[in-house]
């Protein structure tokens, strides 16, 4: 199984690095700045439970190039959602017919532009819950918990023992889209945390900002509600639901309630926060643009 890794940032680099550690066979396309630096000093992966592996730089194989995916098996596809039209046309001349490409992407959409512009891939969805962070330019740290969901198909249930031998079991799920909605119930908190210039857990510690994620999770879920789809799926011990109620509390029952949802590493933040002190252009449109855009699809005779 020759898995590719395109996005070699936080989040492939993690998931990627994890399964190379396994004994994967992975080839990462991502900056080559970055992959010089892999290729220099190995990569170094930890976790919040303890993890603490190294990969050589001998068995990392990086290229900045898309072409160098054409051998491979399945593609893992990390990269912002911004860049998803870009990445699939160039991955057009690159897959061979029938490639799974499982997104590991935030968001609604773009499974649906991926297989769009690929119509002769396999399109999968995927949805990684937690959070990865990155030490030091040849280190990444996964600071909050959760697993990866997938769609339920072949080609996952294939992949699916690289990645329980890596340490990240996949959940095989047939309620893709709900999952996805869930997810980004939860990333309404993105820009929130960005503006708020606060690690994660400092930041969900302080009622005001509490009740401002309460608010955005509150009209998605009144807009689901009108829109009778899209239920949206249970990712945490409470259902999507409670939560608004739950971030509303003050702060001494929310921290007795909400242990799980506080259980960050000190220096997290959101992958929107590092996009604004790195320059790049955040998820915005991606996350909270949906909940725009579902208002605007909804026709209920309201002005």
């Known amino acids: 199984m020759r898995i590719g890794v395109l996005g070699a940032g936080a989040i492939g680099g993690f998931v990627g690095g994890c399964l190379l550690a396994a004994e994967a066979e992975v080839t990462f396309v991502g900056r080559a700045v970055r992959g010089a630096v892999w290729l220099k000093d190995g990569l170094r992966l930890t976790d919040l439970d303890g ?8 068995r990392i194989v990086y290229s900045d190039a898309i072409s160098s995916l054409r051998s491979c098996d399945v593609i893992l596809l990390a990269v912002k959602s911004g860049q998803t039209a870009e990445v699939a046309s160039q991955l057009s001349s690159a897959l061979r017919p029938g490639t799974p490409v499982l997104s590991l992407q935030n968001g609604i959409r773009n499974a649906a532009t991926l297989q769009l ?25 996964r600071a909050t918990e959760g697993d990866i969901a997938v769609d339920d198909d072949p080609a996952t249930a294939s ?11 996949l959940q095989l799920r047939r309620d893709m889209e709900a999952v996805q909605w869930a997810k980004l119930l939860m990333n309404l908190n993105n820009a929130i945390n960005a503006l708020s210039g606060l690690p994660l857990r400092q930041q969900l510690g302080i009622r005001g900002f509490r009740r401002c994620l309460a608010l955005g999770q509150r009209e998605a879920l009144s807009l689901l509600e009108v829109e009778g789809r899209i239920r949206p799926a249970r990712l945490t011990p409470l259902p999507p639901g409670w939560l608004p109620a739950v971030l509303d509390l003050p702060d001494g029952p929310f921290r007795l309630l909400a242990s799980r949802m506080l259980k960050i ?8 926060a590092d996009d604004l002190a790195t320059g790049r252009f955040p998820e915005v449109d ?7 855009a579902l208002a605007a699809n909804l026709d209920d005779g309201r002005p």
């Open 286 to 292: 991606w996350i909270n643009g949906e909940v725009v």
């Open 51 to 58: 993890r603490d592996d190294f990969v050589e730089p001998r």
């Open 265 to 272: 590493d000190a220096t997290a933040r959101s992958s929107m």
């Open 159 to 169: 992949v699916a023992p690289f990645f329980s031998a890596a340490g990240l079991p």
């Open 117 to 141: 512009l690929l119509p002769s891939a396999k399109i999968l969805r995927g949805m990684v819950p937690f959070n990865v962070t990155a030490p030091g330019p040849a280190h990444l740290h």
